[in-house]
């Protein structure tokens, strides 16, 4: 495999569009033949990290995980994929530098905008106490200072979230499209 690997780390609160960029990244990737893995935050906590909550810990434990297969993949020339919440600056920080292909972007938009789609419904639980810990409600998150790539999901359309995604991987020479 003729590629660079690198990891594409898109963070920010549930709702965002982390998973939604992620995918069409992903599929873009795909249809110009590079070799990519998708770490879905919500598929990784059924199988890799099931049984971890969402204690600082257990989210710590879940991120250094996922940067672990992330780290395996990204030096064997894959492109991967992650989209966590990953609220926690010094954990994120902490895969950045053992990863170091590394593009972090920060998907964001208010959370008033997040909570208003409710893709899941899970604000709605959160709001009502059902689930708690939940991140933005009552449970921090820390912005990156320093991302790579914003994506203001609540001002561009999807095309400009993944076009901006893909001038980063051209710019710093992962992709040659
Ligand atoms: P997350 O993975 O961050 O929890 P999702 O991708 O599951 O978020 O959901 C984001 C929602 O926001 C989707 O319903 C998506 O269609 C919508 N959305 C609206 N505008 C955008 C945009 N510019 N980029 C990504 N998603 C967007």
């Known amino acids: 495999?003729?590629?660079?690997?690198?990891?594409?780390?898109?963070?920010?609160?549930?709702?965002?569009?982390?998973?939604?960029?992620?995918?069409a990244v992903a599929e873009k990737l795909r249809s110009l033949n590079y070799g990519i893995e998708i770490l879905d935050g919500d598929i990784v906590r059924q199988n890799l990290t099931k049984g971890l909550g969402f204690s600082k810990e257990d989210r710590d434990e879940n991120i250094r995980r996922i940067g672990f297969v992330a780290h395996l993949l990204t030096r064997n020339g894959v492109i991967v994929l992650v989209s966590a919440i990953s609220p926690y600056r010094e954990i994120r920080q902490e895969v950045r530098e053992k990863i170091g292909n590394f593009i972090e972007v920060f998907v964001n938009a208010p959370l008033e905008v997040c909570e208003g789609r409710d893709v899941k419904g899970l604000y709605k639980r959160a709001r009502a106490g059902e689930i708690k810990r939940f991140t933005g409600i009552d449970d921090p998150y820390e912005a990156p200072l320093k991302p790579e790539v914003e994506c203001r999901t609540d001002l561009e359309d999807l095309d400009e979230s993944v076009n901006k995604v893909f001038n980063k991987l051209t710019e710093l020479g992962y992709i040659s499209n």
């Open 1 to 23: 495999m003729n590629q660079r690997g690198v990891t594409l780390w898109f963070t920010g609160l549930s709702g965002a569009g982390k998973t939604t960029i992620s995918r």
